[in-house]
């Protein structure tokens, strides 16, 4: 189970697996990691000693020592042992460790919460000022909010950058941060946004990466037919969470209020995250992607839905949809084959425009995800 920094992993698996018949082992914990390290077999030797054997094996924050994989893998062949092993990076289990246990592990995302998990206490302007990461709920002033996402942004740029050793220098990095937050959910200008850090192409390709490798963001491709030409294509870069991403560029104490650009932008961020969530949570094998073509006209989002027709929709922050705001759609939809066309917004009234859905709300937005 992979999930960021703060999503809930070790609450979330200490709560489904709190009997005694498990063995929860936290590699956050220094002196746990440092025996393990020093010699994976430790582990092994332990499991051997016990006399009833745990049901469960819990390994959170495998990244932590890679090398385990290969004892996971050895007890699932010879013992039938099963393991829960969770993690905050895909970085370092992606140099040939993990693939010991290709078709012997289920992968599974966790995510800031959804508007369907904050149910009656979800608000809008809380997601797209704070964000709706789990400990956030446990603060009521402002101030404290705040402090607890400045002390997030710090804690992932000490921990998952300087300590594990991602880069050598933290400087470029550190000035690459914030531009690629203010450029989010835009079409990646890969060279801007270098000139901008002071470093190279290739650096600020290899940083975006080290982005999505720690779970904090993800690549929205463009839509193509072909898919050579859809992988050559710049993408767009989405943080998981409007609250970490406002942390980056220090913008928590400015308000993000409707009918801004600010907000169009959030909202944006906001619906394409939530619809993100909900497929993977519904283990569903839908492809995203953003359409736009050389004259400008833009399609928020592409869904490619095995055995159903692409959806093509359009993102609105306004609180009453014309079809004026709908020019993309109209002029781009009929040149897609095999879709259909939506709008999300945040008009209160559900429409028919010239043949495509206008959703109102967000348990309607869901009912599309499902």
Request: charged share 20%; glycine share 4%.
């Given at each position: 189970m992979f999930g960021a920094r703060g999503t809930g992993k070790t609450s979330l698996l200490k709560q489904r697996y709190s009997s005694g018949k498990n063995w929860h082992i936290d590699l956050l914990d220094h002196d746990l990691a440092r025996k393990y390290l020093l010699e994976p077999n430790t582990l092994f030797y332990e499991w051997q000693a016990m006399v009833k054997k745990p049901e469960w094996i819990i390994l959170d924050e495998v990244q932590k020592i890679p090398s385990l994989l290969d004892l996971v893998h050895r007890m699932i062949e010879d013992h039938k042992q099963k393991f829960i092993l969770s993690g905050s990076s895909a970085r370092k289990l992606k140099r040939g460790v993990s693939n010991l246990l290709a078709g012997r592990a289920f992968v599974y995302h966790l995510y800031p919460l959804t508007s369907k998990e904050l149910a009656e206490v979800f608000s809008l302007d809380h997601a797209l000022n704070w964000g709706t990461l789990p400990k956030?709920?446990?603060?009521?002033?402002?101030?404290?909010?705040?402090?607890?996402?400045?002390?997030y942004a710090n804690t992932y740029l000490w921990e998952e950058i300087l300590v594990e050793q991602i880069i050598r220098k933290?400087?470029?990095?550190?000035?690459?941060?914030?531009?690629?937050?203010?450029?989010?959910?835009?079409?990646?200008?890969?060279?801007?946004?270098?000139?901008?850090?002071?470093?190279?192409?290739?650096?600020?390709?290899?940083y975006f990466q080290i982005l999505e490798d720690t779970l904090l963001g993800f690549m929205l491709p463009q839509f193509h037919e072909s898919i050579r030409k859809r992988q050559k294509a710049a993408p767009k870069f989405y943080f998981i969470d409007s609250g970490i991403q406002r942390a980056i560029l220090d913008e928590l104490s400015i308000a993000v209020r409707p009918k801004t650009y600010q907000f169009g932008c959030a909202f944006e961020q906001f619906v394409i995250n939530e619809l993100v969530r909900e497929i993977s949570y519904g283990r569903r094998d839908y492809r995203l992607s953003y359409l736009q073509t050389g004259a400008g006209l833009e399609i928020d989002l592409v869904v490619e839905r095995p055995g159903m027709k692409r959806a093509l929709i359009e993102i609105k922050s306004n609180a009453m949809i014309t079809e004026k705001d709908l020019s993309a759609l109209l002029t781009l939809g009929k040149d897609v084959p095999n879709s259909e066309r939506y709008c999300f917004s945040l008009d209160p009234t559900p429409k028919k425009l010239k043949g495509f859905s206008v959703y109102p709300g967000i348990r309607d937005w869901r009912r599309f995800s499902d």
């Open positions: 956030l709920q446990d603060f009521i002033d402002p101030l404290n909010k705040r402090e607890f996402l400045k002390a933290l400087e470029p990095f550190q000035r690459f941060l914030p531009v690629a937050a203010q450029m989010a959910g835009r079409i990646i200008n890969y060279s801007k946004i270098a000139l901008e850090a002071g470093t190279s192409v290739p650096t600020i390709q290899s």
